[in-house]
């Protein structure tokens, strides 16, 4: 399959790399030149709870784009950029993929809207990632933290879906590539799948990014733990609020994030989180943005949920306190430290 990708990020490299090392065509087009150098000349180094290797996909600079115009058009693209470069890439990638192909997105937040608006409903295709982290610090390797696949402890981590639930052929195609790296599934809820990720990463996205710390540690501070169920509350409230069926997310189900006002419940899914203090001391994407000194994906994540809590009138004290900490970072007004989540949970006490 001939294959575009925008973004040579994490997402965008390890996916991009999975699939050019399984015999199909694939380029990836990305504005950093050091990435595009690097794997034009030694290849990305891929890494995780797999065989570690070298794949070798074809990178362009933007500047380089006029190749593409030259050639015969993409069965399908990938989108794997930033929220907040989702309209710009869209229009950028639309050209390059046959009027029969299809267009995904391959992001975090509620980029699909934005996407569609522009290629059309019937070209767009959401792809929901699931219990999967993967990290890239330096040019040519990315890494998958954990220490087994998810296929193996029942879980599927690709689902994807059409906006209207339509199954086509080429959908089966793209899930048959998927699978080869994780377990993938068509769903015909991709707004409920959508929901349920942002809501997951409502949770965990901030508190790393804001605390500069990884998920293990986290899990070891019961004040960074409070801050995660009470954020995964505000989440799951507004989400089913707009109608959008979701049964778990972060490890448990959406009733008991809900619930979670209630001492027992609370103390159910406190003792799940702090479990997780001997597992993988994973960093989300948003972590790495601050790492890398990068603008986040605060507004189209948190604060996507907090737009939609306003219009509505329910209060989300610790959502609303969490976007200002992560716009404050942007701004290089405070700096990542625990003591960022201590206050939050000081102020609203």
Known sequence: MRILFIGAGAVGSYLGGWLSSTNNDVTIIDPWPEQVNWVNKNGIEVSGPHHTFIAKPRMLHF??????????????????????????????????????????????????PLISNIVGEKRTVGLVMSNISVELYTPGKVSRPGHSLMRDLGHNVFRIGSHNGEKTDLLEKIREILDVIDSSVITNNLWGERWAKLSQNCMGNPVVAMSNLGTAELAQDPLCRKLQIN???EAAEIGIKM???????????????????????????????KGRSNGPNRRPSMGQDVHRGRKTEIRFMNGYVLDHAKKMNIPLPYTELTVETILKIDAKEIIPDKENIYSIIQSIK
């Open 243 to 273: 109608g959008y069926k979701f049964d778990s997310f972060g490890g448990a189900s959406t009733e008991k994030w809900l619930k979670s006002d209630n001492p027992d419940i609370y103390n159910a899914l406190d003792n799940m989180i």
């Open 231 to 233: 954020l995964a509350r």
């Open 63 to 112: 500047h380089q784009s006029e190749e593409l115009s030259r050639e015969s058009q993409f069965d399908i693209g990938f989108i794997a950029m930033k929220a907040y470069d989702t309209e710009w890439a869209a229009q950028f990638i639309n050209k390059f993929i046959a009027p029969q192909g299809l267009i995904i997105s391959a992001q975090n937040c509620w980029p699909d």
